[in-house]
């Protein structure tokens, strides 16, 4: 099916690493991407082509993939990590897919 | 400095077409390299792609979407431009311009607009 899926909801203490996943079919054939979005802002590119940073986001963003899951791992989250993280594919008749999003709190 | 920049009415009536503009500035919307394109995000909710388009003029829609809505780009004004049709409540939402990749990276979506929030109401 056409669709990506993450969990609603992910917690990581200060300092430590968290892993955020997308699930879906698409990932089979097509790398995901994923959007940092913050309160009242547009979304940012933040990985691409699995583990990919545009120019200017930390290294501590990084990505991996398998069968159908992508990952973005944020290791040793900072308090300006805290923001909904979206993962986007395409499908084969060049759909734009997203998943639902993933809120992410540092503690 | 790469830069896309919604335009349009903040304010649809329910039944109404809702038109909105992108302006695209620092490069070129002709770029063999790029789509571009429509998401949108209603209040709280999540992204939703709306539609794409190349500079050539080939266009995909959402499925879910794509009885009532247009997607067009005027070169000459490095511009591309989104009609939706008999809007009603449940398109309020903050609409997006945006640049696509192409082929294998027409997911990703390197360059969003700021936003610009629609609210449909009588």
Request: charged share 15%; proline share 4%; net charge neutral.
């Amino acid at each position: 099916s056409s669709e990506l899926t993450q969990d609603p909801a992910v917690s990581v203490a200060l300092g430590q690493t968290v892993r955020i996943t997308c699930q879906g079919d698409s990932l089979r054939s097509y790398y995901a991407s994923w959007y940092q979005q913050r309160p009242g802002q547009a979304p940012v590119l933040v990985l691409y082509d699995k583990n990919n940073r545009p120019s200017g986001i930390p290294d501590r963003f990084s990505g991996s993939s398998s069968g159908d899951t992508a990952s973005l791992t944020i290791t040793g989250a900072q308090a300006e990590d805290e923001a909904d993280y979206y993962c986007n594919s395409r499908d084969s008749s060049a759909n734009v897919l997203f998943g639902g999003g993933t809120k992410l709190t540092v503690l | 400095q790469l830069q896309l920049q919604e335009s349009g009415p903040g304010l649809v009536k329910p039944s109404e077409t809702l038109s909105l503009t992108c302006t695209f500035s620092g490069g070129s919307i002709s770029s063999t390299s790029h789509y571009w394109g429509w998401t949108r995000q209603p209040p709280g909710k999540g992204l939703e792609w709306i539609a794409t388009i190349y500079y050539s003029g080939n266009t995909y829609y959402n499925a879910s979407l794509k009885s009532r809505v247009t997607i067009s780009v005027d070169t000459s004004k490095n511009q591309f431009s989104l009609k939706l049709s008999s809007v009603t409540a449940a398109d309020t939402a903050v609409y997006y311009c945006a640049r696509h990749g192409v082929r294998g990276d027409y997911g990703k979506i390197d360059h969003w607009g700021q936003g610009t929030l629609v609210t449909v109401s009588s």
